[in-house]
């Protein structure tokens, strides 16, 4: 089930056209940092990865997360009602990012997850079945509930200022404080 999109104008400050509006508004998203992660599954016809720096926890239980697809994504239309995994990418990875995001390089490793298919030696994953999509003006916000997930030691891969960073690994994670 797709929620209805909020409808009206969205007020141009004076002095500035809609495309300097939305290129000063991209440009403040980019201040704040993100982890970067790739959605991969399987569609009609082949394996897909979509890059996405557009990943939040949602709920622990049941344990559901969510990404943001650009409806502009080649994939994107495949992805509804799919089985997906969200790979969390290390500091390591940056050629993965690339690759999924149109920049092809060498092909990545897969491993076969039991819901959908992951990438090889990812920070962390989230293997997940679909639990709802709802519209997100140019975007699709697609919740799946976790139903399998693991993660490994290293630095993370970020992204802030339209680059890549890395954010190194704490010594106390958030998982030992709770």
Same mark, same amino acid.
């Given at each position: &089930?797709?929620?209805?999109?909020?409808?009206?104008?969205?007020?141009?400050?004076?002095?500035?056209?809609?495309?300097?509006?939305?290129?000063?508004?991209?440009?403040?998203?980019?201040?704040?940092?993100?982890?970067?992660?790739?959605?991969?599954?399987?569609?009609?016809?082949?394996?897909?990865?979509?890059?996405?720096?557009?990943?939040?926890?949602?709920? &622990?239980?049941?344990? !559901?997360?969510?990404?943001?697809?650009?409806?502009? *994504?080649?994939?994107?239309?495949?992805? *509804?009602?799919?089985?997906?995994? +969200?790979?969390? !990418?290390? *500091?390591?990875?940056?050629?993965?990012? &690339?690759?999924?995001?149109?920049?092809?390089?060498?092909?990545?490793?897969?491993?076969?997850?039991?819901?959908?298919?992951? !990438?090889?030696? +990812?920070?962390? #994953?989230?293997?997940?079945?679909?639990?709802?999509? #709802?519209?997100?003006?140019?975007?699709?916000?697609? +919740?799946?509930? +976790?139903?399998?997930?693991? #993660?490994?030691?290293?630095?993370?891969? *970020?992204?802030?200022?339209?680059?890549?960073?890395?954010?190194?690994?704490?010594?106390?994670? &958030?998982?030992? !404080?709770?």
């Amino acid at each position: &089930m797709i929620a209805k999109p909020r409808t009206g104008p969205v007020p141009v400050e004076s002095g500035r056209t809609p495309g300097e509006r939305a290129h000063q508004f991209r440009g403040s998203l980019g201040r704040f940092a993100t982890g970067v992660a790739i959605v991969t599954f399987d569609g009609v016809t082949k394996r897909h990865g979509i890059t996405v720096n557009s990943f939040t926890s949602v709920s &622990m239980e049941p344990p !559901l997360v969510l990404v943001s697809i650009a409806r502009t *994504a080649k994939a994107h239309d495949e992805l *509804a009602g799919r089985p997906f995994t +969200v790979n969390i !990418l290390g *500091a390591e990875q940056r050629h993965l990012a &690339m690759h999924f995001a149109g920049r092809p390089g060498p092909e990545p490793l897969w491993v076969e997850g039991g819901t959908a298919p992951r !990438l090889s030696h +990812v920070l962390a #994953y989230f293997e997940c079945k679909p639990w709802a999509a #709802y519209d997100g003006g140019d975007h699709t916000l697609y +919740v799946g509930e +976790v139903v399998d997930f693991n #993660y490994r030691s290293g630095d993370a891969l *970020a992204y802030a200022n339209s680059t890549f960073t890395t954010i190194p690994e704490s010594q106390l994670g &958030m998982e030992d !404080l709770l």
